[in-house]
């Protein structure tokens, strides 16, 4: 319409050309709004693409190209700065800003072959009070980088991030017309972005930041690369980390880190509903040395190659699957999908005199809404009174669900106030509860902003968000234990917030811990961590292998747990006893500190059932140090460590809604300290053959075992990631075989262990030969180390007296208590040809025979196994095996005659009772 009006006079020109970039700013911003956002634009033509934006003569700003050059200084930036080689920065015309600027644009005024307004256009000059002036932005000692169209022309000229006020903004497009169509075509910001692309050999184009085409410049750039038939296009935007509070462009907003991502996010989206395949590109925060901030310019003086580029390019996601990227942090994922759900939430925007309508949820600081408006012929648009969701922001930010039981989850997000400052948290919530009004309130208590009242509609939103948000959100794979999984056949170790899988075979799908809120499995996840050095925690280790032969056995009994599942092996414990001192506590806190902290990780199971199933299923595939005073006074804490070992499954239990509730299960190495040794009682029945019982001194030095005490409080948590790092990358088979061959040269040398011992020590003797190399750098081969790790192990394992089997311990026992109390046997003497019991003075528990077999009367003998820890029937059962006793057929307690009467008793062969009966 302007071109039907006659052009102003010169003393009002100035106000006419704000007044006319003002009104096709404004009419580009009609044209861009949601509700148009999915209609197709007509394809526009090259010679009309741009005719919003002010028609500068090329041979004006070719002229002042001709009069200025680059600087030396400016050149060198060039080189070494942006990688940018003389031919690109020849090519692209690069020249300097300053006062040979200043001449040449007086030059140009003053030469009269342009009329003022051009030149006010040309944006080379600012209108004063009598004439135009040199704009003094370009007066500065700069870069100036011309805009040069197909023909090489220059269509504008603006110095590098301080553009003409009041211009719009342009695309740069350096040599994108002579480059291969075959190319992919790469948007970055920046021009020097672009011009390293160029130079790299791909079709790049430029804006001044990646916003800056997101609004009402959106239509202009769906009509410049529709007109060039760009059918694929890769966002590749600058990366910074602004989460780091040491890095220069930290944020303390958590809100405004992310924005970059979005804009690139959302520019790639909207270009997808213009039939335009766009997608985002992420440059490695590892292609600079700080890790602080990535872009195309940079990496390419950093020496990046075409490949490297490429395989950026290549690795782009689409709109649908970004937030799915695995460089994206939790914190990340969760700013993003907030900004993510703004947009694709809003329904509909109009703007009518300066005023914004919109219609559809809308989450601000003062927390959600949803929005509306109405327009009557008559009487106009007018908005509609907004409904009310929360108080407080909060938003869908992923899915999950648990690898074991199939139960679904979603993540809600919020903003709450905190001392008054904005706090983002995050709760895990069950679906059926997200979508329950009756349920959902039951998070109130955790900080959720959601109250009786507000339910039901905060019910409905999540339910439009979910429907809207569900093509874009990750979903999570969660695990109520750490140790081994294999979902989808991937196999990858979880610890606590970690997830180890195999270097050459990343997880497609990691699996990580639930976010607990319970304090006790916080705290216990929580002290799954590092501190320290690495080097200080093996230098500590080290030396405690160095003590003693005990101490290296022990704390290669904490590298064995991991090792259980791989190689097929059933859980066991390991149990340190002797005289107070020693260190025996010392080592239970160096293993318990090769996967965190000892003063979090070491506990007790007094406790209910459930609570050890739980405690258990958390420290799968770790190993459990529990607290050595319970162990020594308590039957009950043995009989729950017995049960622990044993079952390696929790009970069956029906659910309250009908069905099984999921069964916890676990696989793990017990530790325990005390004075006495653990299976004397017979609460472990058949698993003390699973119980290592050891008893010494493992650090003879004190002073040692206070170091040891004091400094894992400051070194943990790095010798168990380093074991499991290696682990996984080794082939369970061979894990096997070597299993296979360690058990075989154990049981040449021991051959009447019991095969569940033997399988337990030599599992520990690999986990010593295997940390020896992995964990402590020895130098030998494989074999060589399991051997003296065997040769350890087994010349431990027999200097210790406990290891005695069940049967002849309690024969042993048998005979001390027999000698103690020898007043309380009746004898039997040969008188003629008969015999006859001599009665004793106290109460009568048995006999010694004539012929130097003892008779123990049955309940007596109930009573008295039972209170030394033995089980009568079990003691019974194997003496019968050997031949120690006399049974009554299939009763193990024949009949027999004391001082004239006759009961059932136990009958000891001469043989086997020895000396004890004489």
Not at 23 to 43: I, Q, R, W
């Amino acid at each position: 319409m302007f071109g039907l009006i006659r052009p102003p006079p010169a003393r009002i020109g100035s106000w006419w050309r704000r007044l006319r970039r003002l009104v096709t700013t404004y009419d580009e911003g009609l044209k861009m709004d949601v509700s148009t956002a999915t209609a197709n634009p007509t394809t526009p033509t090259p010679a009309t693409e741009n005719a919003a934006l002010p028609d500068t003569p090329p041979a004006l700003l070719n002229t002042l190209l001709d009069a200025i050059r680059l600087d030396d200084s400016d050149r060198r930036s060039l080189r070494s700065r942006r990688g940018l080689t003389d031919e690109s920065i020849d090519a692209l015309k690069f020249r300097s800003g300053g006062d040979p600027v200043r001449h040449a644009l007086l030059g140009i005024r003053d030469g009269g072959q342009w009329p003022a307004a051009q030149l006010l256009d040309s944006g080379l000059f600012v209108g004063g009070d009598e004439a135009v002036a040199p704009n003094p932005i370009y007066l500065k000692p700069n870069i100036l980088i011309p805009y040069l169209d197909e023909r090489d022309d220059c269509i504008a000229v603006r110095p590098h991030k301080n553009g003409p006020k009041g211009h719009p903004v342009r695309i740069y497009a350096p040599g994108f017309a002579s480059m291969p169509m075959s190319r992919d075509v790469v948007m970055v910001e920046g021009e020097f972005g672009a011009a390293a692309l160029r130079q790299v050999g791909f079709r790049a184009i430029s804006v001044p930041g990646v916003s800056s085409f997101a609004g009402k410049n959106f239509p202009r750039l769906v009509a410049w690369l529709r007109a060039r038939d760009v059918r694929e296009l890769v966002v590749l935007f600058d990366r910074e980390d602004k989460a780091d509070p040491a890095k220069s462009g930290y944020k303390s907003d958590t809100l405004k880190r992310y924005d970059t991502e979005y804009w690139a996010w959302r520019v790639a989206h909207d270009l997808g509903r213009h039939d335009i395949d766009a997608r985002i590109g992420t440059f490695p925060l590892e292609w600079d040395s700080n890790a602080a901030k990535v872009d195309a310019d940079s990496a390419l003086a950093a020496g990046k190659s075409w490949e490297q580029y490429l395989g950026v390019v290549r690795a782009g996601a689409t709109p649908s699957e970004y937030l799915r990227m695995r460089h994206h942090t939790d914190e990340a994922r969760r700013v993003l999908s907030l900004k993510m759900a703004n947009h694709l939430l809003l329904d509909k925007r109009r703007v009518v005199d300066d005023e914004t309508y919109e219609r559809g949820y809308r989450i601000r600081a003062a927390g959600v809404c949803r929005e509306d408006f109405e327009e009557r012929p008559k009487v106009g648009i007018r908005r509609k009174t907004p409904v009310r969701v929360s108080h407080a922001p909060i938003w869908l930010s992923g899915h999950g669900f648990d690898v074991e039981t199939r139960s679904h989850y979603v993540e809600l997000s919020y903003v709450r106030a905190q001392d008054g400052v904005s706090v983002m948290e995050s709760e895990l919530v069950e679906r059926g509860a997200a979508m329950s009004a009756r349920r959902l309130v039951e998070y109130a208590g955790v900080g959720l902003p959601v109250s009786s009242s507000s339910s039901s509609r905060l019910v409905e939103y999540l339910g439009a968000l979910e429907a809207t948000m569900a093509p874009h959100l990750p979903t999570a794979r969660f695990t109520d234990r750490n140790g081994w999984h294999r979902p989808d056949g991937d196999r990858q170790y979880v610890l606590a917030a970690e997830n180890i899988a195999p270097s050459d075979r990343p997880p497609r799908h990691p699996v990580r811990q639930y976010p607990r809120s319970h304090s006790e499995e916080k705290a216990i996840l929580d002290g799954i961590c590092r501190r320290g050095t690495e080097r200080a925690w093996i230098e500590l280790a080290a030396e405690a292998r160095e003590a003693s032969d005990l101490a290296r056995f022990l704390l290669a009994a904490g590298f064995a747990a991991p090792l259980l599942y791989p190689v097929g092996a059933r859980s066991f414990g390991g149990h340190i006893y002797g005289d107070s001192g020693g260190g025996k506590t010392a080592v239970a806190k160096l293993v318990s500190s090769i996967f965190g902290d000892p003063s979090r990780l070491i506990g007790s199971l007094f406790t209910t059932l459930v609570g050890v199933e739980r405690r258990a299923a958390l420290f799968c595939d770790l190993p459990i140090v529990l607290d050595e005073l319970q162990m020594n006074a308590d039957p009950k804490m043995r009989r729950t460590l017995a049960y622990l070992i044993a079952q390696e499954a929790g009970k069956t239990r029906g659910a309250k809604e009908g069905g099984l509730q999921h069964t916890p299960r676990w696989r793990v190495v017990s530790f325990t300290t005390g004075e006495e040794p653990l299976t004397t009682l017979d609460d472990f029945g058949g698993q003390a053959a699973r119980v290592l019982e050891l008893s010494g001194r493992p650090i003879p030095d004190d002073a040692t075992a206070r170091r040891i005490h004091e400094l894992t409080r400051e070194r943990h948590g790095h010798g168990g990631r380093i074991f499991v790092h290696a682990l996984v990358d080794l082939d369970p088979e061979e894990l096997r075989e070597l299993l296979a061959v360690a058990v075989a040269r154990l049981r040449r040398h021991m051959p009447d262990t019991r095969p569940a011992t033997v399988t337990a020590l030599a599992t520990v003797c690999l986990a010593d030969a295997l940390a020896s190399e992995w964990v402590f750098g020895a130098s030998e081969s494989r074999d060589d180390l399991l051997d003296a790790s065997l040769t350890m192990g087994r010349d431990l394992w027999e200097r210790q007296p406990a290891n005695t089997p069940y049967g002849p311990r309690a024969l042993d026992w048998a005979r001390s208590w027999l000698v103690s109390n020898r007043r309380r046997f009746a004898r039997e003497a040969e008188i003629g040809a008969g015999t006859r019991d001599i009665p004793t003075e106290r109460e009568v528990w048995g006999k010694i025979a004539a012929d130097g077999s003892v008779y123990i009367l049955h309940n007596v003998w109930d009573v008295e196994v039972e209170k030394a820890g033995y089980n009568p029937t079990r003691v019974l059962q194997d003496w019968r095996d050997r031949g120690w006793i006399v049974t009554d057929g299939r009763n193990l307690k024949p009949k027999r005659a004391i001082e004239g009467r006759t009961a059932r008793v136990v009958c000891v062969k001469p043989d086997a009772i020895g000396v004890a009966a004489e």
